[in-house]
């Protein structure tokens, strides 16, 4: 991790808690508590109101917070209910990314709406069967892929259960039949076709780029249900 990334997270991180030892800095990093000690007096020295409470670690004076992010505590649990679902309706790729956003948000709130998240964290849980949860990292590839018009290779088993290797020009993701399912413009068939997610087992972005325009959308696919 680079410094500035570092004395990001060690902020973001005072924000969050009462206090905290540089020994707690140290080990989170694997640093000396020399260098940690280094790293507060440069945030010191840019103006953040940090200071030490002995027997208890560093703090973060009472009012301050890093601009411009905020959340109230309502904004907050309404995206650790999001969250709840992520965890059970998304996958690890998905699942992953949106951990580390949800630790920047917990981060900016105060220390009492920080507890309070806490609380009503531990007090949320989603049940669901086993088919419903999706066990591939794909999900994240496939949306860059979407995004960036890029042509997709996947190793995809159909549901008569025949393995083939595919390029195929990905337009959206739709949950529905508790999966995810990928419409795709298919090179080899020359046609849309729906691959669902958990059938894929290898997938990777092509340096190749769509071929053609598409009109065809996820909301027309899904007319004809």
């Not at 703090?59 to 907050?76: K, S």
Request: proline residues 3%; contains cysteine; aromatic residues 12%.
């Amino acid at each position: 991790m680079h410094r500035v990334d570092r004395l990001m997270n060690i902020l973001l991180t005072l924000q969050s808690k009462k206090f905290v030892t540089t020994k707690t800095f140290s080990e989170k990093y694997k640093l000396s508590e020399r260098t940690i000690y280094r790293d507060i007096k440069a945030l010191n020295e840019i103006g953040v109101p940090i200071y030490l409470e002995p027997n208890k670690g560093y703090g973060l004076m009472e009012g301050y917070f890093l601009p411009p992010l905020t959340f109230t505590i309502e904004e907050a649990n309404s995206l650790l209910l999001l969250q709840t679902l992520a965890d059970k309706f998304t996958d690890k790729s998905i699942l992953q990314k949106s951990n580390s956003a949800l630790e920047k948000i917990k981060a900016v709130l105060k220390y009492s709406d920080w507890k309070k998240y806490e609380e009503i964290s531990s007090k949320l849980e989603v049940y669901i069967s086993n088919d419903t949860n999706n066990k591939s990292d794909f999900l994240s590839k496939i949306q860059n892929a979407i995004l960036e018009k890029s042509i997709l290779k996947i190793s995809y088993t159909d549901n008569n259960n025949n393995k083939t290797l595919r390029e195929i020009e990905p337009l959206g993701l739709i949950f529905y039949t508790n999966q995810w399912h990928l419409l795709a413009w298919c090179t080899s068939r020359e046609d849309y076709r729906d691959f669902k997610v958990k059938s894929i087992s290898q997938l990777s972005i092509s340096p190749k780029h769509f071929t053609k325009e598409h009109s065809y959308t996820i909301q027309d696919y899904m007319k004809i249900f």
